[in-house]
């Protein structure tokens, strides 16, 4: 009996890891007011809100015959975010917005595939609005 109950633990206990370590296993977790997005399409998503604390979740697909690049613009009334990547399992800093900047740029290349971006406030933030497109 105790046999079974390790196999069957350390099968969760892989499991487990493989979710939140393999191919993105990133989960959304937030409160918002006015909170607008999309991500219908594979190479763009928009966020804008009035109110917004936690994290927010995109996946875009890089394609063989793109640059690879992400090109981001994002603006930010108050509170402070900080934008991660991940195109290969690791998690990666793309930049930090504090309120009353506006920053624009290009991040990558990435190779083709998925790439996650994950919105994650360092406090709760207010107005802001975030751009991503993969070119």
């Known amino acids: 009996m105790k046999k079974k109950f390790a196999i069957l633990l350390t099968a969760a206990v892989l499991l487990s890891a493989c979710?939140?370590?393999c191919g993105g296993g990133y989960a959304a977790k937030y409160s918002a007011e006015g909170?607008?997005?999309?991500?219908?399409?594979?190479?763009?998503?928009?966020?804008?809100?009035?109110q917004f604390d936690g994290t927010k979740v995109f996946?875009?697909?890089?394609k063989k015959d793109s640059?690879?690049?992400i090109t981001y613009?994002?603006?930010?009334e108050s509170g402070s975010i900080t934008v991660?990547?991940?195109?290969?399992g690791t998690k990666r800093e793309m930049f930090t917005i504090n309120g009353g900047e506006k920053v624009s740029s290009t991040s990558g290349p990435f190779g083709d595939g998925r790439v996650y971006v994950i919105v994650e406030t360092n406090?709760?933030?207010?107005?802001?609005?975030?751009e991503f497109e993969i070119e």
């Open 19 to 21: 979710l939140t370590g």
């Open 35 to 50: 909170l607008k997005y999309t991500n219908n399409t594979s190479d763009l998503a928009t966020m804008s809100f009035e």
């Open 59 to 62: 996946g875009l697909n890089a």
């Open 67 to 69: 640059e690879g690049m």
């Open 73 to 76: 613009s994002a603006s930010l």
């Open 84 to 88: 991660y990547y991940d195109n290969d």
């Open 123 to 130: 406090e709760a933030s207010a107005n802001g609005n975030f």
